[in-house]
């Protein structure tokens, strides 16, 4: 960022600093949950969710109204995307292979005792590809209508179902597939 | 999984996203499809197992502290260089914080809050989700208020206002008793599309307020003071949803 455009928009009138502070600020918990799910670490977290507000404040005259929450979470979203491209691009590029990952047929009983351990569910949702895992999060954690995470997630609004679908399906499978070490003693013949 | 309604509609359905025709429909395919009545068990188990982990991660004191000097600095020094600034309210939540740490002030688990406000919130939250364990949810079911009001006679020192609002999209479901911090409130269950809202309520000596919103776990609350009554809404339904429930109950 140039010093010029720094420090021409750093400054808030007062008004629009208490804005700031009303419409803004009270979603920083949202801005830190987003980006700790995305970049799957608090301290990462906590870096990218302060650059991320302050970029929301040096930009905020160009909020024009609306939702703040999702305005703040598209720019969270896309310094996360920006970091991970940075620091660990093979996030971006991991996708999941639906071969490697046949469906079993799932008991809904299956599935939520699976769920129920907390630390299962939550690397189950670190192993999901990111593009998956930031519509889960929005959806289950920050409760955003489809319409939000169209907007925050820059998709139209008709995709928003189906992604949210296959990222439930996969988290579904990751859940109740056996575990790396559980596989690997299978495939050395262990198992049948 | 052959049925192709379990890779789109069915999820629409489960988050309350479609329309009353769409969701009529889908409602009509599950009479005949055992695939999709099992895998939208499946959905809504994984649901609540990730509503129940508590897997959100609320924002640390340090990065509160961080953005106040970022953020509090050049605009104080270039506005207002004499007058003292209003202290931020979250400021002023980090320090209570801090203190209630110093004091050894043993935080609930589940409680993201900090203030005595948000304590509450928090126990009206994990009300709201005991409340959706199967049998939980209602003492009295009924649509109608005329079935529902009478029945908290007797049970409270208190007449909570009962009103169905089915015309306006949210219709009541019924009643229950409940307690919130140690005391007996009563509860009001209202439906929005497929989604339930929890409405608690107890008398205050406090007055009228305006309301307060926030979110706790992916549910949002608002609460307000009306008529000598705490009024506090719960439910993972829209905040604007939440706003027009508000409205209809303070008219």
């Known amino acids: ?192 | 999984m052959t049925c192709e309604l379990t890779k789109t509609v069915l999820h629409g359905y489960l988050d309350g996203e479609l329309d009353a025709a769409r969701a009529a429909d889908f409602e009509r395919h599950l009479i005949s499809c055992a695939e999709c009545v099992t895998a939208l068990e499946a959905q809504e188990n994984l649901h609540s197992s990730i509503q129940r982990a508590g897997l959100y991660e609320r924002a640390p004191a340090s990065l509160r502290q961080k953005l106040q000097k970022e953020l509090g600095t050049p605009t104080r020094s270039s506005v207002t260089p004499i007058r003292n600034p209003a202290p931020w309210r979250w400021l002023a939540i980090a320090a209570t914080l801090l203190l209630a740490i110093s004091l050894g002030w043993r935080l609930l688990p589940g409680l993201r809050g900090t203030s005595g406000e948000t304590a509450i919130a928090s126990a009206i939250v994990d009300a709201h989700l005991r409340s959706l364990q199967p049998g939980h949810l209602e003492d009295v079911q009924s649509t109608d208020q005329h079935t529902v009001k009478p029945w908290f006679d007797g049970k409270l020192t208190f007449a909570p206002p009962v009103h169905d609002f089915v015309n306006e999209g949210f219709p009541l479901q019924g009643g229950r008793l409940d307690v919130v911090q140690g005391r007996t409130v009563a509860v009001l269950v209202y439906a929005r599309r497929k989604h339930l809202i929890n409405v608690f309520i107890w008398p205050t000596t406090e007055p009228d307020s305006e309301p307060q919103s926030g979110s706790q776990l992916g549910y949002h609350w608002i609460a307000w003071r009306k008529s000598s009554m705490e009024l506090y809404a719960v439910s993972d339904v829209s905040p604007e949803d939440l706003t027009a429930l508000h409205h209809l109950l303070t008219q």
């Open chain 1, 1 to 192: 960022m140039s010093a010029g455009v720094e420090g021409k928009l750093d400054v808030l009138d007062p008004q629009d600093q208490a804005r700031f502070e009303q419409l803004v600020l009270p979603h920083l918990d949202a801005a830190f949950n987003l980006s700790r799910w995305l970049l799957r670490g608090r301290a990462d977290a906590e870096d990218v969710a302060q650059e991320s507000m302050l970029r929301a404040f040096r930009f905020f005259r160009g909020f024009h109204g609306g939702d703040a929450r999702a305005w703040l979470l598209q720019i969270v979203r896309n310094a996360c995307y920006t970091w991970l491209e940075k620091n660990r691009s093979v996030d971006l590029t991991t996708e999941f292979n639906e071969e490697l990952h046949p469906q079993p047929s799932v008991s809904p009983e299956t599935l939520a005792i699976a769920g129920d351990n907390r630390e299962r569910l939550t690397r189950a949702l670190e192993e999901l590809p990111v593009r998956f895992r930031e519509v889960l999060i929005l959806r289950e954690l920050e409760g955003c209508s489809y319409k939000e995470i169209a907007a925050i997630t820059s998709v139209p609004i008709g995709t928003v179902m189906s992604a949210l679908a296959r990222a439930r399906q996969r988290l579904q499978r990751v859940l109740t597939q056996p575990t790396v070490q559980q596989k690997q003693a299978a495939e050395t013949g262990g198992r049948p």
